[in-house]
């Protein structure tokens, strides 16, 4: 049976810039940087407290950065952990709104993919 999700990929444009954004301001831990071909590395990145992976990939022309994506985070204090990202340059596009499933946000990463912070 299927025990849970292992990795979620984040199609990046430059793995070196996304990597910094995704540890420097975002907090995630590097886990793998190991060469995946001739143009690229695997970069597997960990969240504190989380099993599951993300992993900053470049697609080529199958999946371009700069979108919605189906990938939502969660924080115990929403507003605080816009505030906190916010003062590091973090761009919300949807301010953190309390709703009847929780408070729900919406940012953007270094390649304008735009992710959900949201309440567990």
Not at 60 to 87: C, H, I, M, Y
């Amino acid at each position: 049976m299927i025990r849970g999700v292992k990795f979620v990929s984040i199609p990046v444009a430059d793995q070196d810039r996304a990597l910094a954004f995704y540890t420097d301001v975002l907090g995630f831990r590097l886990l793998t940087d190991q060469p995946f071909s001739a143009t690229q590395r695997w970069l597997e990145l960990g969240i504190h407290g989380a099993d599951t992976r993300v992993v900053l990939f470049r697609f080529g022309d199958r999946l371009q950065p700069g979108g919605l994506l189906n990938v939502a985070f969660w924080s115990d204090d929403v507003e605080a952990t816009a505030r906190e990202l916010k003062a590091r340059g973090v761009e919300f596009v949807i301010e953190p709104k309390r709703e009847h499933g929780g408070v729900t946000s919406v940012f953007k990463d270094v390649d304008g993919n735009s992710l959900v912070l949201s309440s567990k």
